[in-house]
């Protein structure tokens, strides 16, 4: 799903970290692209993963199908083009009976899906 954002790119991203801390989850890492282009002489617009999760959330569904494992932490994209920034993440949905996860699992998903989308719009 992509969606734009209210905010601008470094409102988003900080919008997003605040608002997945403050819903118990972690922020495992925040991979900054346009510094690693940058590092080697490249440029591209703002472009920063942020990835995340909760093992009380996760760990059911790795339990239930170990190789979803490659799936989590979840990650969430925060990228500007033509100064609006966009978010992009996966659906819940989308991860329906992959790697062999059970359907109805897949709800543990939905809060961070609703979380993001609520957390960039005014």
């Known amino acids: 799903m992509k969606l734009q954002s209210d905010y601008s790119f470094a409102e988003t991203v900080d919008r997003l ?3 997945i801390t403050g819903k118990g989850m972690t922020v495992f890492a925040e991979i900054d692209h346009r510094a690693a282009a940058a590092s080697v002489g490249l440029d ?3 472009t920063t993963v942020i990835v995340y999760g909760s093992p009380k959330a996760g ?3 790795m339990i239930a199908a170990p ?3 490659l799936e989590l932490p979840l990650r969430v994209l ?3 083009q033509d100064g609006t920034a966009f ?3 996966n659906e819940a949905e989308t991860f329906k ?3 062999g996860l059970p359907d109805p699992l897949t709800d543990n998903l939905a809060p961070a899906e609703k979380l993001i989308s609520g957390t960039i719009k005014r």
Do not use: N, Q, S, W
Request: no cysteine.
């Open 17 to 19: 970290k605040t608002a």
């Open 44 to 46: 591209m617009p703002p």
């Open 59 to 61: 760990t059911p569904l």
């Open 67 to 69: 190789d979803f494992a």
């Open 78 to 80: 925060v990228r500007e």
């Open 87 to 89: 978010v992009t993440f």
């Open 97 to 99: 009976g992959k790697h």
